[in-house]
């Protein structure tokens, strides 16, 4: 089924340990026990069940691809059975944004009306682009433990005529196509990433661009206003200059005068304070007398003393009083001079705001005329920023489909296009117009010694002898079998060529068989009963 060119075949059998043992002949004697075993032998309690017959038993080799891309070892199933999808999203026209960008004019109006127009372009779209890649196995485990397969394997141009190749879907031709295609793609998507970086890269440029050119500006205009605040200024202060002398000599008199107020009233007070210290000191020489008389038995003097010290004291609240009337006037003066000089105050606040006028719509002007360039430079900011975020996610996104890119094989050269047949051997069982399909994948010789073909299990330990070298490469036979029973023609052509590569129809084959048994029964694989039940089973296909 495959045209005679260079391919690499791999051995079914590989050995745990040194042994020459397992030989052509004892191989094809293997599979026909275990090919036996699976049969069908009919019976049943309730309902008779046919025994099947085995159609044939054919050696068949399932085709591969090895071929590397960008330094990496890539594996194909050679039947397609298995695939890998890279899913991307679709990106927006860089190259038309970044010419676009790149031709916009030095006007900062133009910059920003562009930046704001285009704030969603790179947001993202829901439409996703697949790139199938046909029979790539992805599985860097099952990869690895197949390129150490091939390693076994022998290359040949020779024909193969007692077994069967499957001939892979793609010729070495189109294996080459699709390598150039995904290498196409890769650098698409390489591409895309140093579109994207250039992107920023440009918009960066044209951002700092813009901000250079509106400091500069923010300097003219502080520069011109200035000019002209400077001149005003100079005018400005000899006004108020003048107006705070004025108001400082106003001041100067206001407080003279109330200054004075409260001089001539505190004079009055320290009057009100010695006259009450003269009436206290005249209270205690009364006392001082009353105590006199009243020693002397001078009732007359006695009552003389008691009578003025009582006017003194009648006196001195008087004064007290007028100490206290003399001291909240103080207070009021304090309070109308502080409300006088207040007013005065505000008058001079006003004639001074008066007079800087025009000096301060100078400044209002220069400072507005500034913070529209800060806001104009804060929104291109902004605006640069949320595009750059934008891309800076395709950017990642894109990142991680390299990535996938770069895993989809071994980071190690075997072949540029090699293809590898991996054998197995493929049984038909047929009851009425029943058929039916089990294989024994590539596999694992141990002999383990006398003690283990010696132990019984209730198993025959011949199904002990082989044991499959990979779960995975059963996985991908097994999807081998459901396409045998999916698609009638792959079926019939399997069929045909497994017909004529049958085992058990060709007399060399036959008599390999036979040579095998014996050699299996020899190292004790086989009983002696099995022996004659395998041989006789044989021998209805002779």
Known sequence: MSKSNEKILLPFAAFS??????????????????????????????????????????????????????????????????????????????????????????????????????????????????????????????????????????????????????????????????????????????????????????????????????????????????????????????????????FEKEETEISKKFEQQIKDIEKEIVKCEKTTEQIDSEIEKTEAEIRTAAINKDDVAEQKWKDKRNELKDNKPEYTLRIKELQKEILNIEEARKSILFKLNQDKETKIKEESKDLVELEAAREA?????????????????????????????REGVMLEFDELGLKQIKETVALVFMPFYLSCYQSKSKKRYSYVSPSIV?????????????????????????????????????????????????SEACLKANLLHNKKDQEAIVNGLNRLKEQQWLSSSEFETFSQALSQYS
């Open 17 to 246: 340990q040194e042994t020459k043992d397992f030989d052509n002949n004892t191989e094809k004697a293997t599979v026909f026990c275990i090919s036996e075993l699976n049969r069908a032998k009919g019976g049943g309690f309730l309902r008779k069940q046919e025994a099947e017959k085995i159609v044939f038993i054919s050696k068949v080799y399932y085709p591969f691809w090895l071929v590397s891309l960008n330094e990496a070892s890539l594996l194909l199933d050679g039947l397609n059975i298995a695939s890998h999808t890279i899913t991307h999203r679709v990106l927006p026209d860089l190259k038309g944004f970044k010419e676009k960008l790149k031709d916009l004019p030095s006007s900062r109006q133009i910059q920003a009306n562009f930046l704001s127009n285009n704030q969603n372009y790179f947001q993202g779209s829901d439409e996703e682009q697949k790139i199938v890649i046909d029979g790539l196995i992805k599985d860097q485990e099952f990869t690895t433990e197949f390129l150490k397969y091939v390693n076994e394997g022998i290359k040949t141009n020779s024909p193969i005529n007692d077994a069967v190749l499957i001939s892979p879907a793609l010729d070495k031709d189109g294996i080459t196509r699709m390598l150039r295609n995904l290498e196409k793609k890769r650098q698409e998507l390489l591409e895309e990433l140093s579109d994207m970086m250039g992107i920023i890269k440009l918009l960066n440029s044209k951002n700092q661009e813009s901000q250079a050119s509106l400091i500069k500006e923010i300097q003219v205009i502080e520069k011109e206003y200035n000019t002209k605040i400077e001149k005003v200024k100079a005018t400005v202060e000899t006004k108020i200059a003048k107006i705070n002398k004025a």
């Open 369 to 397: 005329a500034s913070k529209i360039c800060r806001n104009e430079m804060a929104k291109i900011e902004e605006m640069t920023s949320n595009i750059i975020e934008k891309i800076d996610k395709l950017e990642k996104r």
């Open 446 to 494: 141990s002999y383990g010694g006398l003690g283990v073909r010696l132990k019984s299990l209730g198993k025959t330990k011949i199904t002990q002898l082989c044991q499959p070298r990979n779960r995975k490469i059963s996985i991908l036979l097994n999807s081998l079998m459901s396409l045998l029973d999916e698609n009638i023609v792959f079926n019939h052509e399997i």
